[in-house]
């Protein structure tokens, strides 16, 4: 019962408390009477202002034509981080105008970094057998918790799944993946990639 009178007398301490509620809804009439004045000031000055805003019909949008779709679509701003609103022509752009950006073919991925460095020189060893004029440098490629062999650099991506099919002979789970190159390393468009006959490499 005793909690009960202290909330009782608290609520009559507040309604009693002079200007309290009054205060608040004096301010927020003095806000709603300032927006209205300045709306109807605006009115005075610009006809069209009011017209607009009295008479604003959302079904007209739709009837907009297309261009004028268009500048209404480019003249809103967006919220959105920048990073959102990029198309995959940006990227694509953005790729090409990198010279890092490329692509590389995995033969293998282990754990192990000891099966991974012999399997780095194996491929190093063999790699003059197994191309005739580009010579693809072969990366170790450290990502926790896996130890990957990637091998040579590649811009043109066709090129690189021409590679990993080719190689697929000796190393079945070659595959092409998007990494980061060296420009360097890039064959040229008269080079030779693979030998006129396919070498006899058992593994």
């Not at 709306?39 to 610009?46: V, Y």
């Not at 010279?99 to 780095?120: E, N």
């Not at 990366?139 to 062999?149: A, G, N, S, T, V």
Request: a neutral charge; hydrophobic letters at 35%.
């Amino acid at each position: 019962m005793k909690v009960y009178r202290v909330i009782y007398i608290l609520l009559l301490f507040a309604l009693c408390t002079p200007g309290s509620a009054e205060a608040q809804i004096k301010r927020w009439l003095r806000g709603k009477t300032e927006k209205s004045e300045q709306h109807s000031a605006r009115e005075k000055e610009d006809p069209k202002y009011s017209n607009e805003r009295h008479s604003f019909d959302p079904v007209s949008i739709y009837k907009l034509p297309m261009n004028r779709l268009g500048d209404l679509q480019n003249s809103l701003s967006h919220d959105y981080p920048e990073v959102f609103l990029i198309t995959p022509l940006d990227v694509e752009t953005r790729e090409e105008e990198d010279p890092t950006s490329g692509f590389r073919i995995q033969l293998y991925s282990t754990r192990d970094v000891a099966i991974a460095d012999s399997l780095r020189a194996e491929f190093r060893m063999w790699s003059d057998s197994l191309f005739a004029e580009y010579q693809p440098e072969a990366y170790l490629d450290f990502r926790q918790p896996y130890y990957k062999i990637h091998i040579g650099d590649f811009k043109n991506r066709e090129l690189a799944i021409q590679v990993a099919r080719y190689l697929k002979r000796w190393y079945g789970d070659a595959w092409v993946v998007y990494d980061k190159i060296d420009p360097d390393g890039v064959p040229s468009d008269t080079m030779s990639i693979f030998p006129k006959s396919i070498p006899k490499i058992k593994r």
